[in-house]
């Protein structure tokens, strides 16, 4: 079969299952490149060089080189072929803003308006450390019964990105630190990929106790532990957060929309840009995904240059 019809049959597949994002993740890289008209793979030339890398084993600078060859503008931030998302009062229509020489297609507002949400007791906590201390004899919901460690978050006090997962898993439990277990390696390449350590930002979940057998989150257990989020949020104060999952984006955003439609936007929680992407785990079951997050955290760090250089 020639790769025009593999193309084809492969795209209408995707159709057919919903979906209205294209992923090339399993032709030959060759033939596609024949197939939208660049002239094989290039060399990396210096002059490429950027300040990210790829998790997986290809060179970016190929596909980059190739499709500028190509006459494709790959300088131009992903988000603008994002889907919009639904209407809702939260959300803003998909405008384009701005930021330096940069447009990002705007998403989801969410107004820091919580603050009355906040138990005076968590408000007054001064510290991250003084709120894994808080977090350690905390009893606002039964998680801490069934918990062997709490998990308030790890990393720089003021990191400029910050990672929100949904919930400690089973190796997380044991050791009290976040995403240390496969998913965890993984968020740690995914860093890596955009050149940042797992030191140099903050790593947390929206719960902090590890819901028995890692069963979904219930609304009642948010609502008593994501104060904690809040307020690691208001003193960290990133210039970029990165909500990894549904669960995660869905409740920071205050949204039901799915996360396939929050995905390629730049939405704003409290003023600060959040981006939304897959979850770890979710790349393990679907390596298929790991591209799409690319393209995500790729636009973080975009937004994380531009933040530092205004
Ligand atoms: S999960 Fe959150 S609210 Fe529940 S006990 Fe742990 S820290 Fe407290």
């Not at 030339?45 to 500028?68: G, Y």
């Not at 919580?114 to 977090?135: F, M, N, Q, T, Y």
């Amino acid at each position: 079969m020639d790769a025009k019809e593999l193309l084809r049959r492969y795209i209408e597949q995707r159709r057919e299952l919903g979906e209205s994002e294209l992923v090339l993740d399993r032709l030959n890289v060759e033939d596609v490149m024949r197939l939208i008209g660049a002239a094989g793979a290039s060399r990396p030339s210096p002059a490429a060089s950027h300040t990210v890398r790829e998790f997986d084993s290809s060179d970016t600078r190929d596909w980059r080189t190739s499709l500028r060859d190509a006459g494709v503008n790959v300088d131009t931030p992903t988000a603008a072929a994002a889907p919009a998302v639904e209407a809702s009062p939260e959300t803003e229509s998909p405008a384009v803003t701005t930021t330096d020489d940069m447009a990002f297609k705007k998403g989801i507002v969410v107004a820091p308006d919580e603050g009355d949400l906040i138990p005076d007791a968590i408000l007054k906590l001064r510290s991250l450390d003084e709120i894994a201390e808080k977090v350690k004899k905390c009893t606002r919901c039964s998680l801490y019964e069934t918990a062997t460690h709490p998990v308030p978050g790890e990393g720089d006090p003021q990191a400029k990105l910050v990672c929100v997962g949904e919930a400690p898993g089973a190796k997380e439990d044991e050791t009290g630190r976040p995403f240390v277990g496969q998913a965890g390696q993984l968020l740690t390449k995914i860093l890596a990929a955009i050149d940042l350590t797992r030191e140099q930002v903050f790593i947390c979940n929206v719960l902090k106790h590890r819901p028995p057998g890692n069963r979904n989150p219930r609304p009642e257990e948010v609502e008593a532990c994501s104060p904690y989020l809040i307020r690691q949020l208001e003193l960290i104060k990133p210039k970029v957060i990165v909500a990894f999952g549904t669960f995660a984006a869905q409740t920071l955003l205050n949204t039901k929309t799915p996360l396939g439609q929050l995905r390629g936007l730049v939405h704003r929680y409290h003023g600060i840009p959040l981006i939304v992407t897959y979850h770890p785990a979710a790349l393990l079951r679907n390596p298929a995904w790991k591209r799409p997050t690319w393209e995500d955290v790729k636009l973080a760090r975009r937004i994380l240059d531009s933040a530092s250089r205004s």
